[in-house]
């Protein structure tokens, strides 16, 4: 049995597919993933034994340009993925049973591909917000914050989807095929699947129109130490707050690195400091900040006293897995949602918008450091073990084989 798997997004996409590729190759099936081919990904993938086909162009080129991406670099990215879909794609999924793709970006192509290869297809997202949206516009009647929410990102979701239909519908024509009439139930499907913690994301109940499949998060096990330095620093006192935005590059990352440490110092905390790729770095030469790059995470977490992120889905997992108290300062995406879900759950703090200040993130830290906090992180990492008892990715990897065999 041979599966091809494909996303087109940062490291929070590529990495559950490793998981899941783990995860099938424990059941004797070959898996080969199509992602981006920035360097970390392709170590990522080595470091799994797992076979990388490089897709699209780098994330970290688009992302972290001099200027922010422009409308008409959405479009350029989304007929070039698309028409991944009629070259690249299609020739790693010969002689495959059945195509996964996460995320719209990958969804469209991968789709085509299947299509013409007659072979079965499946849709998955990491979070609710990555499930089909409605057809029509969220009732107007809601006056809540979350109402205002929800209208916003369906708004913004419409436009993406438009930019992917189209691309779609030109190359399609190209290639002498007929139009997809819709596209929402094309890319979709109407039993799309959930790969998240149903603790931490439960598929929604009102979504009667779709059958949501639950997995369960599609966790890769990390195994490697950590770095001596690292080790050390944890050694020589209370432990510190981790601050880390992954791939998330801001306009003023020297501002970002600023606040953290002032916030640290101004509650007497020390700093682990994740480069990431907005390079954060130092603000000076004192010793109560140490900087790190791509670490085991899994075992860092449960080592620290609070971690601040940007609120990924990979990152909020893991932190919740831990045990530790978050701040999550959402940047873009589903983030605002993840943290909306940490601080309903009491397991840390929703910062209050994308831009922190020093007494911003003292006061969110000050909740975050609460030794109640930490009493209810504990409480709920529990729950997301006992929900992740039975490992997302190999349920994950189990249903994929039999709509293969279907």
């Known amino acids: 049995m041979r599966v091809l798997l494909t996303t087109w997004g940062s490291r929070g996409d590529v990495q559950p597919l490793?998981?899941?590729?783990v995860a099938l190759r424990g059941l004797g099936a070959e898996a080969v993933v199509c992602a981006p081919p920035d360097e970390e990904f392709a170590t990522l993938l080595d470091r799994a034994r797992v076979p990388l086909v490089p897709i699209g162009p780098t994330v970290r080129s688009v992302t972290a340009g001099a200027k922010p991406p422009t409308a008409a670099d959405a479009v350029r990215l989304a007929s070039d993925l698309v028409a991944a879909g009629f070259g690249t794609l299609a020739a790693a999924a010969e002689g495959c049973d059945v195509v996964l793709a996460n995320g719209m970006m990958a969804a469209a192509g991968a789709r085509g591909a299947a299509e013409r290869l007659g072979i079965p297809y499946v849709y998955a997202c990491y979070h609710v917000r990555g499930l089909p949206p409605r057809k029509t516009a969220p009732a107007a009647s809601g006056q809540s914050a979350k109402d205002a929410a929800d209208k916003a990102y369906w708004e913004q979701g419409q436009k993406s989807i438009s930019i992917f239909a189209d691309a779609l519908s030109s190359h399609r024509a190209g290639a002498g095929l007929p139009p997809v009439e819709d596209f929402l139930d094309y890319v979709y499907t109407d039993r799309p699947w959930l790969a998240a913690d149903a603790t931490l994301c439960p598929a929604p109940p009102e979504r009667t129109d779709i059958e949501v499949v639950q997995t369960g998060a599609w966790i890769l096990p990390d195994h490697r130490p950590l770095p001596e330095g690292l080790e050390a620093f944890l050694a020589a006192g209370e432990p510190p707050v981790y601050v880390g935005f992954g791939s998330m590059v801001t306009a003023s990352p020297a501002d970002i690195t600023?606040?953290?440490?002032?916030?640290?110092?101004?509650?007497?905390?020390?700093?682990?400091?994740?480069?990431?790729?907005?390079?954060?770095?130092?603000?000076?030469?004192?010793?109560?900040?140490?900087?790190?790059?791509?670490?085991?995470?899994?075992?860092?977490?449960?080592?620290?006293?609070?971690?601040?992120?940007?609120?990924?889905?990979?990152?909020?997992?893991?932190?919740?897995?831990?045990?530790?108290?978050?701040?999550?300062?959402?940047?873009?995406?589903?983030?605002?949602?993840?943290?909306?879900?940490?601080?309903?759950?009491?397991?840390?703090?929703?910062?209050?918008?994308?831009?922190?200040?020093?007494?911003?993130?003292?006061?969110?830290?000050?909740?975050?450091?609460?030794?109640?906090?930490?009493?209810?992180?504990?409480?709920?990492?529990?729950?997301?073990?006992?929900?992740?008892?039975?490992?997302?990715a190999t349920v994950a990897a189990k249903l994929l084989l039999d709509t293969a065999s279907i």
């Open 18 to 21: 490793v998981a899941l590729a």
């Open 258 to 392: 600023r606040v953290a440490i002032e916030a640290g110092r101004a509650l007497g905390r020390r700093v682990i400091l994740a480069r990431g790729w907005a390079d954060l770095a130092p603000i000076d030469d004192a010793d109560d900040c140490f900087v790190i790059g791509d670490v085991n995470q899994q075992a860092l977490f449960p080592r620290v006293a609070a971690i601040v992120h940007h609120g990924g889905a990979g990152t909020t997992t893991t932190a919740s897995r831990s045990g530790t108290p978050q701040v999550v300062v959402p940047q873009i995406g589903d983030q605002p949602s993840w943290a909306t879900s940490v601080a309903e759950l009491g397991i840390g703090v929703a910062h209050p918008g994308p831009t922190a200040t020093t007494d911003s993130l003292t006061t969110a830290l000050t909740t975050a450091l609460d030794p109640q906090a930490r009493t209810r992180a504990k409480a709920v990492a529990v729950a997301v073990a006992d929900t992740m008892s039975t490992d997302g």
